[in-house]
């Protein structure tokens, strides 16, 4: 199997991690992900609590294999507890992202916790080689949720193997084996995967989702604010978010400003229900290669399959 030097570190067999996805990556998402060799992400989003935290862990508590944990950066600081619970787990990763604050990193590396966070420009990858980050998260413009829509995921990739020693993995778009095996021939320590993994059937997701998930077309995502503005939730206007095209965006992305409440409240009642033809899926331009439900296992066999055998390909044409 394809392995890097940090994979091998890490105690992987693959150098695939899944994206901690509030609302997806659980505790069962990661824990299939380690157990099939990839680093498993539990992921705490925009409504992170400390139970939901513990509820996750109990979830991995038998696990064998490494696995990590994912925070929103501005959502651990105002929960209390949180950052110092997920610290005392003791995954093999804290990733801790989409904030300016880098005051977790000490108390992690005092724990001896490695970490990492996503960055989405040279600035902001300086900004965290400057406070001590171990692993730098290239994420591009393609990819899936919320992030700084700034640089394309090879040209981000590309100019941050050039300028920092630490690892660096690769985000945005990476949802086949090609694309693994084109992030890890250009350099990554391995591939940060998010969208790939929204239909498994360990994704805390609704047969809804994955149905939306599974129709939609390379061209059938929209980096938009809306969301976020008519749930009220605090995501500043430089973090939007990928997401899948439904009525919502295209009668509202643009004219956030215009929304009232009668807009807000079908929203929510859209979301209460599951109604994608308002409610917002999260989801990369990755997406369109996806036509199945998969174990997170077959998941990570396949796209390790196909990258091993593309650069054992690619090295003897040399």
Known sequence: MVATDWSARMGLTVPIVNAPMGGVAGGALAAAVSRAGGLGMLGLGSSASLSQLETGLRELSELKSPFGIGLVDWVAAAEPGLLDAAIAARPALLSVGFGDDFSWV??????????????????????????????????????????????????????????????????????????????????????????????????????????????????????????????????????????????FTDTWDGREAELTDAERDALAAAVAAEDHRLAPINAGQGVGVLDTVESAADVIGRLGAEAERLLGRWGETR
């Open 106 to 247: 000490a108390p992690a590396r005092d724990a001896g916790v490695p970490t990492a966070t996503q960055v989405g420009d040279l600035a902001a990858a300086q900004r965290a080689v400057d406070a001590g980050v171990d692993v730098l998260i290239a994420r591009g413009a393609e990819g899936g949720g919320h992030g700084a829509p700034l640089i394309g995921t090879l040209p981000l990739l590309t100019s941050v193997l050039d300028r920092y020693s630490v690892p660096v993995l690769a985000a945005g778009g990476i949802s086949s084996g090609r694309g693994v095996a084109a992030v890890l021939a250009a350099g990554a320590a391995g591939a940060w995967v998010g969208t790939a993994f929204s239909a498994c059937l360990e994704a805390s997701v609704s047969l809804a989702v994955r149905t939306r998930l599974l129709a939609a077309r390379d061209t059938d995502t929209v980096t938009t604010r809306v969301f976020d503005v008519a749930q009220g939730y605090p995501w500043p206007a430089t973090l939007p978010e990928r997401v899948l095209r439904n009525a």
